[in-house]
């Protein structure tokens, strides 16, 4: 049994693993946010093969929501948070997403979602306060949480549901 959310647990503590809006992040500083997220995530009910849609960009959020997710042997679903309205409810009804997480780049979009029509989605939390309006919590919030240690999974259990790019019909939801 394993998990792929230890990947980033052999590399030095000190090199910096991401940098985000002109802002480093070590590998510590990473594992231990990391772990402080999972247990926002864990105190929501999250747990293992629940869905958790990323309306995110490539950032800070995206990645310790990634890891966090993984570690708790959730499904990330990582969706365009420039797509339309319209797609994005398409999309969590089709993996009945029981999270989501809405950056500000996503937060109009969002804003033209009806929540009847995604009922799957219980949590619907906010990367900035104050840019979604139906948003219960913060990410700040997640990470205030208690930390949580990693899930150990089968190798077969499901980590992603990344949506093709709909080329030869529509987009569907590729297995990782």
Same mark, same amino acid.
């Given at each position: 049994?394993?998990?792929?959310?230890?990947?980033?647990?052999?590399?030095?503590?000190?090199?910096?693993?991401?940098i985000s809006r002109g802002r480093e992040t070590t590998y510590g500083q990473l594992r231990d946010q990391v772990a402080h997220v999972r247990g926002g @995530?864990?105190?929501?009910?999250? /747990?293992? !093969?629940?869905r958790?849609?990323? &309306?995110?960009?490539?950032?800070?959020?995206?990645?310790? @929501?990634?890891?966090?997710?993984? /570690?708790? !042997?959730?499904?990330?679903?990582? &969706?365009?948070?420039?797509?339309?309205?319209?797609?994005i409810e398409r999309e969590l009804r089709t993996v009945e997403a029981k999270v989501v997480v809405v950056e500000p780049i996503a937060a109009h979009a969002w804003s033209q979602i009806k929540r009847d029509a995604v009922a799957s989605v219980q949590h619907v939390i906010c990367t900035e306060p104050g840019t979604v309006?139906?948003?219960?919590?913060?990410f700040d919030d997640l990470l205030?949480?208690?930390p949580v240690p990693v899930a150990e999974l089968d190798p077969d259990d499901l980590a992603a549901l990344i949506f093709t790019s709909g080329t030869a019909g529509s987009p569907r939801a590729a297995m990782l």
């Open positions: 049994m394993t998990n792929l959310a230890h990947i980033i647990d052999d590399h030095p503590a000190d090199r910096v693993a991401i @995530l864990q105190a929501l009910g999250v /747990g293992k !093969g629940d958790i849609a990323l &309306l995110c960009g490539n950032g800070r959020y995206f990645v310790e @929501l990634y890891f966090a997710a993984l /570690g708790l !042997g959730a499904v990330t679903v990582p &969706l365009n948070p420039g797509s339309p309205a319209p797609e309006t139906d948003a219960e919590c913060a205030a949480a208690e």
